[in-house]
């Protein structure tokens, strides 16, 4: 009980605060920006610390300045000249590779190299803000496939944007490349679903800027639902969404609206919040490293970032957000595969397919060695039959305009 208490020392908002918020979010077209209190000193005491955060909300509709100087990046890095751009970008791709590039380091007894990253490929985790801080010479080193004393720095992408480094010819023949690296190798070709950023992404990594990939990793979040919610909660969300769905696409039959999008109007408070409480604590733990940091965040984490940013004792911290509870006593291992597959389809997302993922039933074992071929066999077939049984019920339930135009016309 008192491990339990000091878990949720912190505050939370509330169902109906979260649901205002989402309303509120929805309605944003333009980036605002908020210079965030100070963790030490809030009430303007004393003992100010000398770094700050920016803190930008991003809507998910394109952003388009007639002038660059109205860009909102442009005007921050001009008027503030950040030290780190802190992005809501998923870590994962790069990180997993990145891990890959220790473990090689490691075998050739190459000192240069994060020795905890050599044995956590799986963790869904960030070993500390740093791991999540996009190197360009590592992404050299994935690209040329070479170690760090191999490579030539004057002609990678480490020096791209150092003209007195690096020669003009050089430097032209390197952007396609440099621009293809960062889609593979860094977004993994999975975008966010705000435009906005995914610009910011290369306009960064392109310009001298260190950046930060500081959004929550989707397994983390998914190991702590299914670790936290019963699967007959998790059923009853389900229905709940195909039926929401299905009223909404009777009233406005012209207007798209996806499971995710359904899904997070109703239940934000249950699918937003560990995602904010993470960001929350890695930026208080990115930020003392530079005077000030950046932030690029989604429209709907602007306002709860800024009630869950208090110091210590009583704020989120790292270790709190990334806490992954103990599997809920009797669920079968059926039960914790269909868990998750009814979080795929709420959630419009594949996360145990990604490429970057060695063990797609980490909710299960730690270690995919540990689970015998019969067994994975199993748990595969499993999980495609349960995803296939949750979308027939869900089509034949829910009338997509296609399906109602079809039957006026047959009327």
């Not at 910011?200 to 930060?212: D, E, P, Q, R």
């Amino acid at each position: 009980m008192l491990g339990r208490f000091a878990r949720r020392a912190y505050k939370v908002m509330n169902r109906d605060e979260y649901r205002e918020n989402m309303r509120i979010a929805q309605l944003a077209r333009n980036v605002d920006r908020l210079e965030m209190p100070d963790l030490l000193a809030a009430d303007g005491g004393l003992m100010k610390r000398e770094e700050k955060v920016l803190l930008h909300a991003v809507p998910e509709i394109p952003i388009k300045k007639d002038e660059i100087i109205d860009d909102p990046l442009f005007n921050t890095l001009y008027t503030y000249k950040p030290d780190l751009i802190y992005l809501q970008f998923n870590p994962m791709h790069y990180i997993t590779r990145q891990r890959y590039i220790s473990y090689q380091l490691a075998m050739k007894n190459n000192e240069e190299y994060n020795r905890k990253a050599a044995y956590s490929f799986d963790n869904p985790i960030p070993l500390s803000w740093d791991e999540c801080c996009v190197n360009l010479i590592t992404l050299d080193s994935i690209t040329q496939n070479k170690s760090y004393e191999e490579l030539d720095y004057t002609k990678g992408f480490g020096t791209y944007s150092y003209p007195t480094l690096q020669a003009y010819d050089i430097h032209k023949q390197l952007t396609n490349p440099f621009i293809n690296a960062i889609t593979e190798h860094i977004a993994g070709r999975e975008w966010s679903k705000y435009h906005y950023i995914n610009n910011i992404l290369y306009l960064a990594l392109m310009g001298k800027s260190k950046v930060i990939l500081g959004d929550m990793p989707e397994q983390l979040l998914r190991l702590q639902l299914g670790n936290t919610i019963p699967l007959a909660t998790v059923r009853e969300i389900y229905h709940f969404v195909v039926e929401k769905l299905n009223e909404h696409y009777k009233e406005n039959p012209g207007v798209l609206m996806t499971m995710e999008e359904m899904t997070m109007s109703y239940f934000p408070h249950i699918f937003q919040m560990p995602r904010d409480l993470y960001i929350t604590a890695m930026l208080k733990e990115t930020f003392p490293a530079g005077a000030l940091t950046a932030a690029f965040l989604g429209n709907p984490h602007y306002i709860p970032i800024q009630r869950y940013w208090v110091g210590p004792p009583m704020g989120i911290n790292y270790t709190q957000a990334t806490y992954v509870p103990p599997k809920i006593p009797n669920e079968t291992e059926e039960m914790l595969i269909e868990k998750q597959a009814l979080f795929d389809m709420l959630l419009d997302t594949k996360v145990w397919g990604a490429k970057y993922v060695t063990n797609p039933f980490l909710y299960l074992t730690e270690s995919i060695e540990d689970i015998p071929k019969k067994d994975l066999t199993y748990f595969k077939n499993y999980f495609k039959q349960i995803t296939s049984q949750y979308n027939e019920v869900r089509n034949q339930k829910l009338k997509f305009p296609d399906k109602m135009l079809a039957e006026e016309k047959s009327n």
